[in-house]
C-alpha cells in the first residue's frame, strides 16, 4: 500500500524531503534555546555586564528568528507536500477508473468510489502531512529535549525516565483501542454517501411516492452510525488530555519542590536556578512531543485504512487490455459471432449468453426484438468490447475484436446505451462527444437525421441552448434524439440503438429510421427495441429467448414461424391482425 501511495508523490519529492530537514532546524534551535536562557539567568546571577546580556539577547533573538523561519518553510513545503500528494491521488484514482472495464466499476459501488476519492484521500492527505512533519519533529525532540535534560540537571532527569513510560503506555493503549474503530468508521462511510446519492438520482421518484420520511430515516440511520463509532473513538481519545496533563503537574510538582530543595540546600552547587527553568522548559518540551507522537499514531491509523481503500483502486487493473501489436484499422461493418458464451463473473452458474452463432453483414440493418431478460443489451456490448466473451469470438470487419486497439474499436462502433447521459454544458458540447472536431454544419445534419434539429430550433438559444447536469431540463424523447445524434457524428461503421428510441413516438421513430437508411447505407445498424414496429423494416429480425437465438428471418417469415415474435406482434396490435399461415 506504501509503495503504491507514494508513486503519486512524484513532482512534490523535494518538498517531501525538504520539509524533515527544516523541522530538524526547528527542533535543534528550540532546544537551545532554552539552554541558552539558563545561561544567562547564570551570568546575570554572577553579575555580568550590560555587554554580555547584550550578546545573549541578539544570540537568542537570532535563535528564535531561526527557529520560526525554519517552522514556517516546514510549513509552506509540508503544505506543498501533502496537497500535491492529494492531488496526485485523485488524478491517479480517476484516470484509472477511465480505463476501467464495465467488470471492474463492477467490483466497487459509486458511492465507494466517491468516498475514496474525497474522505480516504483528504486522511492520507493530513496523515502524510504529519508524517514528513510532525512524526519527524516529536521523536527528535524528544530525543533532543532528554539529552539537554540529563546535561543541565543531571540526576534529577531520571524523573522522566518514570513519568515518559507512564505516559506512553496510557497512550498506547488509547491509541490501540481507537484503531478497529477508525477501520470500522470508513467502511460506513460507503452507507452513508450512498444514502445521499440514491435520494438526490432519484429525487423525482422519492416526491412521487411520498417517501421522504423513509429516505431521512434511512439517512439517520447511516449517520447516526457514523457518529456513534467516532464518538467512541473520541471518548477514548479524550483521555490522551487528562494523562497529559497529570504527567506534566507531576513533574513541575517534583522538579519545583525537589530542585528548590536542591538549590537551597546546596546553594546553587548542585543545581542552579537556570538549570531548574531549563528542566521546566524540557520537561514541557518531552511531555509535548509524546502527546503529538500519539496523535499521529491516531491519524496514522485512520489514513491506513483510507490507504488501503485508495490502493485497491490504484491497483485495479482493468480486464480489458490492448493486445502487444493491435489493429488500428476497422475495413467494414460486418460483425460475426462464433459459438459465443458469456457471463458477468466467472463464479456465476449460469451464462447470460449460450451458443450464439450470428453473422451480420457489412452495412446490413439487423433488429433484435425478446423479453425482458432475454440478454439483448448483453449481446452488444460483446461488439463494441465493454466485455470479453467468455467462450468463442467476436468478430468485427473480419478481425477478432480482442485484437484491435480498443479507441479504434469503440470509435467506430456507435453505442446509444438503454440509459441516455448528458452532461451538463450546451447543446453543442454535448454533440461534440461524438466528435471534438465536427463542424455547425455537420451538427445539424447529425441532428437532422436524428429528428433533433426540429425541436433544438424551438429553443431560444437553439444549439447554444445550456443541458443541466443528466439532461434534466429536456424530454425523454428530446435526450435520446440527441444520443443518437452524438452517436452519428462518429461515423461509425457499426451504429447500435440499444431501445434508443421508446421515448419517441411511432412516426418519430420511423422517421429515424428511414433517414440512417438512406444518409448511412454502408453503415451496419444494430436495433434493439421492444416494439416490432421499431423494426419489422430491418433486413433481418433476431429473436432472442433466455440468452439463447430462439429465431431469425424477415418479419413475414417470423410472424409464420417464430411463436414468440408472433405472441410480442399480437399482443402490440390490439385489433388482432390475421397471420397467414
Known amino acids: 500500500m506504501i509503495r503504491q501511495l507514494s508513486r503519486s508523490i512524484r513532482e512534490y519529492k523535494t518538498a517531501s524531503l525538504v520539509t524533515p530537514l527544516l523541522v530538524s532546524g526547528e527542533v535543534v534551535m528550540e532546544c537551545l534555546i532554552p539552554f541558552l536562557i539558563a545561561r544567562l539567568v547564570n551570568e546575570v546571577k554572577s553579575g555580568c555586564d550590560m555587554t554580555r546580556m547584550l550578546r545573549y539577547g541578539l544570540l537568542l533573538v537570532l535563535m528564535a528568528a531561526l527557529s520560526l523561519a525554519f517552522g514556517a518553510l516546514a510549513g509552506c513545503t509540508c503544505?506543498?507536500?501533502?496537497?500535491?500528494?492529494?492531488?496526485?491521488?485523485?488524478?491517479?484514482?480517476?484516470?484509472?477508473?477511465?480505463?476501467?472495464?464495465?467488470?471492474?466499476?463492477?467490483?466497487?459501488?459509486?458511492?465507494?468510489?466517491?468516498?475514496?476519492?474525497?474522505?480516504?484521500?483528504?486522511?492520507?492527505?493530513?496523515?502524510?502531512?504529519?508524517?514528513?512533519?510532525?512524526?519527524?519533529?516529536?521523536?527528535?525532540?524528544?530525543?533532543?529535549?532528554?539529552?539537554?535534560?540529563?546535561?543541565?540537571?543531571?540526576?534529577?532527569?531520571?524523573?522522566?525516565?518514570?513519568?515518559?513510560?507512564?505516559?506512553?503506555?496510557?497512550?498506547?493503549?488509547?491509541?490501540?483501542?481507537?484503531?478497529?474503530?477508525?477501520?470500522?468508521?470508513?467502511?460506513?462511510?460507503?452507507?452513508?454517501?450512498?444514502?445521499?446519492?440514491?435520494?438526490?438520482?432519484?429525487?423525482?421518484?422519492?416526491?412521487?411516492?411520498?417517501?421522504?420520511?423513509?429516505?431521512?430515516?434511512?439517512?439517520?440511520?447511516?449517520?447516526g452510525d457514523v457518529c456513534t463509532d467516532f464518538t467512541r473513538a473520541e471518548r477514548i481519545l479524550a483521555l490522551n488530555s487528562p494523562m497529559m496533563q497529570f504527567c506534566i503537574y507531576a513533574v513541575m510538582v517534583f522538579v519545583l519542590s525537589f530542585g528548590s530543595y536542591t538549590v537551597i540546600t546546596t546553594r546553587g552547587l548542585a543545581l542552579d536556578v537556570g538549570q531548574m527553568s531549563a528542566l521546566l522548559t524540557y520537561s514541557f518540551m518531552m511531555l509535548n512531543s509524546l502527546m503529538m507522537v500519539s496523535m499521529v499514531f491516531v491519524m496514522i491509523t485512520m489514513a491506513g485504512e483510507s490507504g488501503n481503500r485508495i490502493a485497491e483502486v490504484l491497483s485495479e487493473r482493468s480486464t480489458l487490455a490492448d493486445p502487444a501489436e493491435p489493429v488500428r484499422t476497422v475495413a467494414d461493418g460486418s460483425v460475426d459471432f462464433d459459438g459465443v458464451s458469456f457471463k458477468y463473473a466467472a463464479s456465476a452458474r449460469r451464462m447470460v449468453l449460450q451458443d450464439i452463432d450470428l453473422h451480420i453483414r457489412s452495412g446490413e440493418t439487423l433488429g433484435i426484438i425478446g423479453g425482458t431478460g432475454s440478454s439483448k443489451s448483453s449481446l452488444i456490448q460483446l461488439i463494441c468490447r465493454l466485455y470479453d466473451t467468455t467462450e468463442g469470438c467476436v468478430r468485427v470487419g473480419g478481425v477478432d475484436v480482442r485484437r484491435y486497439h480498443l479507441e479504434t474499436l469503440r470509435n467506430q462502433v456507435a453505442v446509444v446505451l438503454q440509459k441516455n447521459v448528458l452532461f451538463s454544458g450546451t447543446i453543442k458540447e454535448n454533440l461534440r462527444w461524438g466528435n471534438p472536431h465536427a463542424t455547425d454544419e455537420e451538427l445539424v445534419e447529425a441532428c437532422r437525421l436524428a429528428c433533433a434539429d426540429e425541436f433544438i430550433r424551438t429553443f431560444p438559444k437553439g444549439y447554444d441552448t445550456y443541458i443541466e447536469q443528466g439532461g434534466t431540463n429536456v424530454s425523454g424523447g428530446q435526450k435520446q434524439r440527441l444520443c443518437i445524434a452524438r452517436a452519428l457524428l462518429k461515423r461509425p461503421k457499426v451504429l447500435i440503438l440499444d431501445d434508443s428510441t421508446s421515448a419517441v413516438d411511432t412516426k418519430t421513430d420511423a422517421a429515424i429510421r428511414k433517414a440512417l437508411r438512406t444518409c448511412l447505407p454502408d453503415t451496419t445498424k444494430i436495433i434493439i427495441a421492444q416494439r416490432t414496429a421499431s423494426v419489422e423494416d430491418a433486413d433481418r429480425i433476431l429473436v432472442l429467448d433466455g440468452g439463447r437465438i430462439h429465431g431469425m428471418g424477415t418479419h413475414a417469415q417470423l410472424l409464420r414461424t417464430d411463436a414468440i415474435y408472433r405472441e410480442i406482434y399480437t399482443s402490440q396490435n390490439k385489433e388482432g391482425t390475421q397471420i397467414e399461415e
Open 79 to 223: 503544505s506543498k507536500a501533502s496537497c500535491g500528494l492529494a492531488r496526485n491521488l485523485r488524478k491517479d484514482m480517476f484516470y484509472s477508473i477511465q480505463d476501467y472495464s464495465f467488470e471492474n466499476i463492477d467490483h466497487f459501488t459509486t458511492s465507494s468510489l466517491v468516498t475514496r476519492m474525497t474522505t480516504d484521500v483528504t486522511n492520507v492527505q493530513n496523515a502524510y502531512m504529519m508524517i514528513i512533519r510532525t512524526a519527524i519533529r516529536a521523536p527528535l525532540m524528544l530525543v533532543f529535549a532528554f539529552a539537554m535534560a540529563f546535561r543541565m540537571g543531571g540526576r534529577m532527569a531520571w524523573i522522566f525516565l518514570f513519568v515518559v513510560p507512564f505516559l506512553g503506555v496510557g497512550l498506547a493503549l488509547v491509541t490501540i483501542r481507537t484503531m478497529p474503530l477508525f477501520k470500522k468508521v470508513f467502511r460506513k462511510y460507503d452507507r452513508l454517501n450512498r444514502s445521499v446519492q440514491e435520494n438526490i438520482q432519484a429525487m423525482r421518484v422519492v416526491k412521487s411516492f411520498v417517501r421522504e420520511s423513509y429516505e431521512e430515516e434511512k439517512f439517520a440511520e447511516a449517520a
